[in-house]
Each structure stands twice: as C-alpha cells, then as structure tokens.
C-alpha cells in the first residue's frame, strides 16, 4: 500500500503519494544510492520534507514560497553538520540576546574608503543595489556532493566577497573565480577547520597575509585535504598577493543604514540561522523576521544586493552555497529590519563587524 500524506494549505486537502513523489524526485534530481539502507533513510527524510513544508503551507506563518530542492532527502541532523558551520569569533563575547533576526554578524571586505562609524557622518546609500545584475558574481557554487559533505560555507561566502569586490574595483569585464579549497585547506593556523567550521573574518586575515590563487588553480573538492604549498606560494598562480588587503577596520553591527553603505561598494558575508526548515525549504518571496527562528547563527551566506518590493517591504539579496535549486536559483531575499524600535533588531554588546581596505589590483598578472 502506497504511503500518503496530507497535502494543502486552507482548504486544499489533497494527499501526497510519497513512494510516487520520492520516485519523482530521485528522476529530477538524478539521485542514486547504492544500498537499500541508504535508500530507505533517504526516502525517510524525503517525507519529513514533505511533512514540513506542507506545514509551513497550512499555518499560515510564512508569507514567502517553500517546496522541495535537492536536499530534500538529507535528514536533518545530517544537513546541520554538513551545511551549517560558520562561527562568530566574537559570539560569545559580543552576543547578549538575539531576537528572531536574520541577519546577525556583519563581515565586510572594503575597498579604499572606511566606511563612517558615526551616524552624521552617514552617506545616504542608493535606493537599491544588485551586484548580481551588475554581473560582479561568480557561478552559484554549492558547498556540499553527493559524495562529500562539506561545511565550507563560510570559505565560499568570503571568496565571493574577495573575488567580487576585485572585480568590482579594478573594472576587469568579468568576474575571476578565486579558491575556495585554498581557505578550506590552507587557513588552520588562522581558526578555520576545514569542512567542520570556519568564519569569514578568519578567511580574510588569511588572505591578507598569503594572498589566493584562482578556482582554475586550485579547484574545489568539497573535502579538506593538505595545503598544497607548490601552488600557493607561486606568484605566477595568486590573484591577490600579501599586501593587496590593506587594513581591516570596524562597524556598527546593528546599523542597517551603514550595512547598505556596505552593500553599496560591493558583496558583504554574513553568517545567519538557517536550521530553520522555512529557510532550508525557501522557493521564493521575501522571508520575513518572524520566520528566521531564534537561535544562535550557524551559516555564512553573502549579501549582494537590497531593494523594497512593491508593498513597501525593505529586503536584502543574499547568495546562498547550496547549488541553484535552492531558492531563486541559489539566492533569496530576506527582510531587512534594521534597528528600528519595537521591530526585530539586533541586540549586540560591544558588537563590531568587520571589513577591510585594499589596493589589490595593480598588475595584469591578475587576469
């Protein structure tokens, strides 16, 4: 007998066949497992999928769209480890109460003018930004295989932002993919581990003094392996060498005006809480503060753009490094609250985000 499940929202009251719909997603998505075990654990996980975005549809909660991706048949616990590794440096010192926010902790990678910390010394920023249709980003990328799960998330989110805002300053016609095995494998000394956890901030400290070489050079596995010094330390190879990051210097986190300045100039990586499954399962619409869940951040995505949707709700744009069937494609929107008094904000003691100066485009050695 066929297993089914309820389906619908309000009224709808239709049953999911979910042998016939695992069937489906195992053909869309190419899926294969190579033992009955694997099998019936995948298909476990597909209907919990199942069951929680049907119940994200019927309560009524969310205002933005969810439905299946590729990820459907991993089962939670699995995708918490393997998607979810960024880390605050400063969490513990800095973070006093979180109130269902989603975007936490800023990390900002600057171009040569410091963005003002005083709020008169404030630049009004562009009603909108989109460095996606600017073309300053690289392919979506995704994290994770099918064979090798890997929490690199925080190492693409601050490539994107070192190879985007290279693009971004220097003018060249397109974007040049930089390596995120070189951070995953070569930035321990800094704080990073690897596939298991990392920060955007621990990644630039490395870049600055070692500088990173391009995808090309030294392509993506999805797993940790050993620096492989030959090719890092070959000034022939390195899109940025030591001394292009000037400085790093620090921001207000809690400060949406001074964010979008930031967003402004370029790509800027942030780390949120994504265990939620009304993000895990996001298709599309704008996801509102209320439905972020409160806990502490745990994933390193990239804000890359901000508007205001007809009905006047403020969001950012944020490219996500879980492939483009997640989402719009690989990137969502998300409510932009800022600090205004009796919304969602931020709650942040001695609270500072980071980003940094450089000079790095002087030679065509970079191309």
Wanted: aromatic share 10%; hydrophobic share 35%.
């Amino acid at each position: 007998m066929a297993q089914t499940i309820a389906r619908g929202s309000g009224r709808d009251d239709q049953l999911v066949d979910i042998d016939q719909a695992f069937q489906d997603f195992m053909r869309d998505y190419s899926k294969k497992y190579e033992t009955d075990e694997q099998y019936q654990v995948a298909k476990a996980a597909f209907s919990q999928s199942v069951r929680e975005i049907e119940e994200l549809r019927a309560n009524g909660d969310i205002t933005h769209e969810v439905g299946l991706n590729e990820y459907a048949d991993v089962p939670p616990e699995v995708f918490d480890k393997a998607f979810q590794s960024a880390t605050d440096p400063q969490l513990k010192e800095n973070l006093r109460s979180v109130n269902a926010t989603c975007t936490i902790t800023l990390l900002l990678f600057h171009g040569s003018k410091k963005i003002p910390s005083d709020p008169q010394d404030e630049i009004a920023a562009p009603p909108s930004v989109d460095w996606e249709a600017a073309g300053a980003l690289a392919p979506v990328r995704k994290q994770s295989t099918s064979r090798n799960k890997c929490g690199s998330c925080y190492a693409i989110s601050a490539t994107v932002v070192l190879e985007s805002r290279f693009k971004i300053q220097s003018g060249i016609a397109k974007v040049v993919p930089f390596s995120v095995q070189q951070i995953l494998d070569c930035s321990g000394a800094y704080g990073n581990d690897g596939c298991r956890k990392g920060a955007p901030l621990w990644s630039y400290l490395y870049a600055k003094d070692h500088g990173i070489v391009r995808a090309s050079s030294y392509p993506y596995e999805a797993k940790a392996g050993a620096c492989k010094e030959s090719v890092t330390k070959d000034s022939n190879l390195k899109c940025l060498k030591y001394g292009d990051i000037d400085a790093f210097y620090g921001v207000p986190a809690a400060n949406e005006a001074l964010m979008m300045q930031a967003v402004a100039t370029g790509p800027v990586a942030v780390i949120l809480y994504s265990y939620a499954p009304s993000f895990r399962h996001y298709k599309g619409g704008i996801i509102t503060a209320k439905t972020c869940g409160v806990s502490n951040p745990n994933h390193a995505v990239t804000i890359v753009g901000y508007n205001t949707s007809s009905d006047g709700t403020r969001y950012w744009k944020i490219l996500n490094s879980w492939g483009k069937s997640w989402g719009l494609k690989g990137f969502a929107y998300i409510e932009r609250t800022g600090n205004e008094p009796g919304k969602f904000q931020w709650k942040l003691r001695r609270g500072r985000a980071h980003y940094c100066s450089c000079s790095y485009y002087r030679e065509s050695r970079h191309m």
